[in-house]
């Protein structure tokens, strides 16, 4: 009797949830409209308490489909619980209230991945929307290796709903910091710079939905602060180090000025001045 071994999908893509019954069938659904279906989808459900849970019971007769509920305890928490319990030799991530916008998308960073062993995260650019779906703008991040390095400092230029990663070299970084409760992708991805190298499509694979406590002025400040640290982690790993921790600082600050929404074209101004043109492309 001849017995097949079932294989492993090549991609795990790791959905990250609590209380989001609006949109969790819409994040899913652009996973499933991919080109590219040899995957398996993991949702992390970080505790919630409204119907997020029946949506997805409406999914998990497809044997692709996993479910793991825990205890509420953070999204870094569960992107790892996640990614521990993956099979994919690659990682793709999808917070479940954004969505990918292009069909190609994971098609095109496994195609590239195995052909470029040396880089271990991929990327691409992002659509921000509100919640009515009306757009903010769009952005592009550098594509080329160096370009990115010479930047990682002063900004995240890789948007987490758009990435896949090599799992061995996650395993290898030690994952994601538990510690953290914002900036933990980017802290992520810093760390794995520093065993391999990166690189961003120019194009757009995600919408990303803008929410009010990503808007909120506590939690802007408190990002701020976790900034200044992350910063200074990798200091010796990335070049302009005092120039990034400079502009750190000066967000810090003024996130503090009363009414500092008047103040924002000379800041901005100012910014320009001092560090010059961003790296990316707003439109």
């Keep these: 009797m001849v017995i097949f071994k079932k294989m492993n999908p090549l991609v795990s893509v790791i959905i990250p949830t609590y209380n989001r019954e ?6 899913i659904d652009s996973v499933l ?15 919630s308490i409204d119907n997020t849970k029946d949506i997805i019971a409406n999914y998990l007769k497809d044997s692709r489909f996993k479910y793991i509920y825990q205890n509420n305890q953070g999204v870094s928490v569960a992107l790892d619980n996640g990614i521990k319990k993956s099979k994919g030799k ?21 195609d ?31 594509s080329d290796d160096q370009k990115i390095r010479e930047f990682m400092l002063f900004s995240c230029l890789f948007a987490s709903s758009t990435v ?18 914002v900036c933990e992708d ?36 408190k990002s701020l602060k ?7 982690k990798y200091r010796n790993n990335y070049p302009f180090f005092k120039k990034a921790l400079l ?22 101004k100012f910014k320009r001045i001092i560090f010059g043109k961003p790296v990316y492309i707003k439109k």
């Design 22 to 27: 609006k949109y969790i069938k819409r994040a």
């Design 33 to 47: 409209l991919q080109s590219f279906q040899n995957f398996e989808i993991i949702i992390i459900d970080d505790g």
């Design 90 to 110: 690659y990682v793709s991530l999808l917070h479940s209230d954004d969505y990918w916008c292009n069909v190609e998308k994971l098609k095109k960073q496994v």
């Design 112 to 142: 590239f991945l195995e052909k470029h062993q040396d880089f271990f995260l991929v990327g691409g650019g992002i659509v921000r929307i509100k919640e009515n779906k009306t757009i903010i703008n769009k952005t592009l991040y550098p």
């Design 164 to 181: 896949v990663f090599v799992k061995k070299a996650y395993l290898l970084s030690g994952g994601f910091d538990e510690k953290l409760k």
């Design 186 to 221: 980017w802290d992520l991805w810093l760390r794995l710079g520093t065993i391999g190298k990166f690189y961003n499509f120019n194009e757009y694979f995600a919408y990303y939905q803008e929410s009010d406590k990503s808007l909120s002025n506590s939690f802007y400040k």
């Design 226 to 232: 976790n900034n200044i640290e992350i910063v200074k």
């Design 247 to 268: 502009l750190r600082f000066f967000y810090y600050l003024y996130s503090f000025i009363p009414f500092n929404h008047k103040l924002l074209p000379i800041f901005s």
